[in-house]
Each structure stands twice: as structure tokens, then as C-alpha cells.
């Protein structure tokens, strides 16, 4: 069992710190999607709105997934947990006090009580001078409620509550939409992601936590020896992807997708060495520097 904060943390700090590179830019994996792929497993140059786009909108909120498309984002990235009476909720802390004026973990709260309360009293981008969504009706959004209303997007459903697990409850909602092909479930949690194969394995998944430690073990092609890869998406930290793990993970069939990328020229970078998707709180600023061929 591994606690994904602390051992993820530690693998990436040693990761960066034994990264090596050949200098050469690795060339982009040319491969087209085939005719009903999933965009997120063939795709390349994806913008994904982290969070849908958590540092100019309300995170995780209807608001922020329609400014998103609207914007033309090719994938939203939500984090969901269970409200006590198994309401699958789009949040990313265990607790509601960061986000909204409620205070306590979300398991705690039944679905009524979540949506009375303002999901964008928070929010702020002036370091708490302002509130521009306070008391707008801003709520908090349901699973189910994001996938009915963008049924023509990609989604990465990253699972973070653990305990109790939510497994059955969010492959409810994705059984429900339709959309299992457009989606990919995350989690950094093993045992989630084991429970999640098991139960859909044609649902695409990525890297959990501890498959992330060993996967980052490959630093270049020589690498490789007799590594097969548990699930062929890495949403990965992008401080840890250099030119020559871009090359080991290309011969491995391994899409890279990383986050969190806020930075201009860290995303310019990002796309420079071929990564197959950026993760972004700032999906204009990540739209303005990304190539437009998405390889459908
Ligand atoms: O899936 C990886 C990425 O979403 C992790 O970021 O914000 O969920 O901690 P976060
Ligand atoms: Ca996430």
C-alpha cells in the first residue's frame, strides 16, 4: 500500500535529481486515433483543463467546465469523492473548507447539504482581495451532472477518496453516461486503481502511485529490459520528464500527460519534448502555445 503524497513525492524528488538527458529532442510518436479511440489514449497536444481550470474559475464547478469548452479545451479533469449517502461529488480535497463556505470532509455531508453551499465563496485571483463568485449560485457538481452536460467530452475522473472506496459508485455513473470510451479513471491509490481494472478492465486507467515509482526507475531506452507497463497512460509529474524517458515511454506505448503546468515557458517545454497532453489551472494560457493537430 503506498501513500501516494509522500512516496510520489519522494520518487519525483529522486527522479529529478538522477535526470540525465542526450540533449536530442525526442520526435513525437506519429500514430493517428482510430475511429472511436479514446482521444486521451491516441491523442496528442491536449490541453486538459486541471480541475477545469482551477486558477481562473471555480474548481471542479459546472462554471468552470463550460468556460472551458467554450475555450475549446480537448479534455476536463475532475476529482471526485462520495458524499455519505454515495453522491459522487467533484472535489479535491477530502475536507470543503479551501473551496467553499462549508467546513468539514465531504463524506461527511449528505448531497443535500453539499449543494447548499457556495462553491465559489473561495475563489479568488488577487490573493483574497476579491471574491468575484461569491454568492453567485456558484454549486458544487455532481459526477453525473458534468458527464449529462458535456457528453461530447473527454474526461479524466480521478479518484481520491479511498476509504470507503468510491469504486463501485463512480463506475456506476460512468456505466450510466454512455461515455466509457471517452473516459480515463486516475487514482494514485493501487489498491483503487487494482479494484477499478478488475471490475472494467476495457475502461482505460492510468499509472497509480506505485507504479509511478517504478515506472520513473526508467530513466532512458536502456532501461526497458523486461518492464511491461500495467496501463499505457502516465499522468505524470512534469518536473520528472526529460528527452530520453520521452524515448523509453514512446517505445513503450506509455501517452504522457502532464500536470500541473501553470507556466508558460514550462509548457512550451512540455510540448517540445513531446509530451502527449498538459494538465493546466490556466487552459487559455496553455491554449495559446499549443499546436493545433490533435493526431484524430
Ligand atoms: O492526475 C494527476 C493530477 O490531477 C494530480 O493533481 O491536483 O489532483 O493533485 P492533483
Ligand atoms: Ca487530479
Not at 26 to 33: K, M, T
Request: charged share 25%.
Amino acid at each position: 500500500m503506498f501513500r501516494p503524497g509522500v512516496v510520489l513525492l519522494l520518487a519525483v524528488a529522486f527522479a529529478i535529481a538522477s535526470c540525465s538527458s542526450s540533449g536530442e529532442q525526442p520526435q513525437p510518436v506519429e500514430r493517428r486515433c482510430a475511429t472511436g479511440e479514446n482521444l486521451q489514449m491516441c491523442g496528442k497536444n491536449l490541453v486538459i483543463a486541471h480541475r477545469g481550470g482551477a486558477k481562473v474559475w471555480p474548481e471542479e464547478t459546472l462554471l468552470a467546465m463550460q468556460e472551458s469548452v467554450k475555450l475549446g479545451v480537448d479534455v476536463l479533469e475532475v476529482d471526485v469523492h462520495a458524499t455519505k449517502d454515495g453522491k459522487v461529488v467533484c472535489t479535491h480535497d477530502d475536507l470543503i473548507d479551501r473551496t467553499t463556505d462549508g467546513t468539514g470532509p465531504i463524506k461527511e455531508k449528505t448531497w443535500a447539504e453539499v449543494q447548499l453551499l457556495d462553491a465559489g465563496a473561495k475563489f479568488t485571483t488577487d490573493g483574497g482581495k476579491t471574491f468575484p463568485y461569491k454568492g453567485k449560485g456558484i454549486k458544487m457538481a455532481a459526477l453525473e451532472e458534468l458527464l449529462r452536460a458535456f457528453p461530447q467530452m473527454p474526461f479524466s475522473v480521478e479518484i481520491k477518496q479511498v476509504r470507503p472506496s468510491i469504486v463501485d459508485a463512480v463506475l456506476a455513473v460512468i456505466d450510466a453516461s454512455g461515455m466509457a470510451d471517452k473516459i480515463v479513471v486516475a487514482s494514485f491509490d493501487d489498491d483503487t486503481l487494482r479494484e477499478v481494472r478488475t471490475k472494467r478492465p476495457n475502461l482505460a486507467t492510468s499509472l497509480a502511485g506505485g507504479e509511478i515509482v517504478k515506472l520513473l526507475q526508467i530513466k532512458s531506452e536502456e532501461d526497458i529490459g523486461a518492464y511491461v507497463p500495467p496501463a499505457k497512460l502516465f499522468q505524470a509529474p512534469y518536473e520528472a520528464i526529460t528527452a530520453d524517458r520521452m524515448k523509453a515511454y514512446n517505445k513503450l506505448g506509455i501517452r504522457v500527460h502532464v500536470w500541473t503546468v501553470d507556466d508558460k515557458e514550462d509548457q512550451q517545454r512540455m510540448w517540445s519534448l513531446g509530451v502527449h497532453g498538459v494538465m493546466s489551472d490556466d487552459p487559455p494560457l496553455l491554449k495559446s502555445v499549443t499546436p493545433t493537430d490533435k493526431g484524430r
